[in-house]
């Protein structure tokens, strides 16, 4: 669903002020938290995405959308697309340290899966408790993360604060609302579109 912004951070671990700064040095020597792109950077509209790994919302928007964004947009060379993290609960926050603990090359293809996936590892459609830290460690084994390398990462302080310091940051700077937000350029888009026709229609005005 939609998470308002006063309410993104309310299930994250609380991050104080002496935490934040170290995390932000973190961020411009840890290569997990740099910029996860694809395209080229010379495109003329750059697209960032800010997201949740158990944002129905944004799961809808990578199934039905993105794909063909994906092959009309991106690989043709005329948007540069990248995610930012913007997790609204502790195991979306988790599956966010896991994407940035991959290689790079497989940071899209284990987003994709989570978010396509969601229905089957997060959520539950019979009533009955589901194990999402379990389910989203088979999904990790799958993208060939072992099973002591994923318990390592789910107590990494460092890599989970430095996360939520930046996603905090950048819900004030540009008061997100909720997930998934847009920047096409510097034009803001606070929702999903729902169509690829939606989505080239804001590339097209945001364009030079």
């Not at 997990?32 to 995405?49: F, I, M, Y």
């Not at 350029?185 to 030079?208: I, W």
Request: with cysteine.
């Amino acid at each position: 669903m939609l998470i308002r912004r006063r309410a993104l951070f309310a299930a994250l671990p609380a991050v104080t002020l002496p935490l934040v700064l170290p995390g932000r040095r973190a961020m411009a020597a840890d290569e997990r938290l740099a910029d996860r792109s694809l395209g080229d950077p010379k495109a003329p509209v750059h697209v960032q995405e800010w997201f949740s790994l158990t944002c129905t919302h944004c799961a809808q928007f990578q199934t039905a959308v993105f794909p063909e964004v994906r092959t009309k947009l991106i690989d043709t060379g005329k948007i540069f697309y990248t995610y930012r993290d913007q997790p609204i609960d502790p195991t979306a926050l988790l599956a966010a340290m896991v994407a940035r603990s991959l290689p790079v090359d497989r940071y899209e293809p284990f987003v994709s899966t989570v978010l396509g996936s969601l229905y089957r590892w997060a959520f539950s459609t019979d009533g009955q408790p589901k194990d999402a830290i379990a389910g989203l460690k088979q999904i990790a084994a799958l993208a060939g993360l072992s099973s002591n390398r994923f318990d390592a990462i789910r107590q990494d302080d460092g890599l989970r604060d430095a996360i939520i310091a930046r996603a905090g940051e950048d819900a004030t700077r540009y008061n997100i609302g909720g997930t998934p937000y847009f920047r096409f350029n510097d034009t803001p888009h606070d929702r999903g579109p729902e169509t690829f026709d939606e989505f080239a229609d804001l590339v097209h005005r945001a364009s030079p």
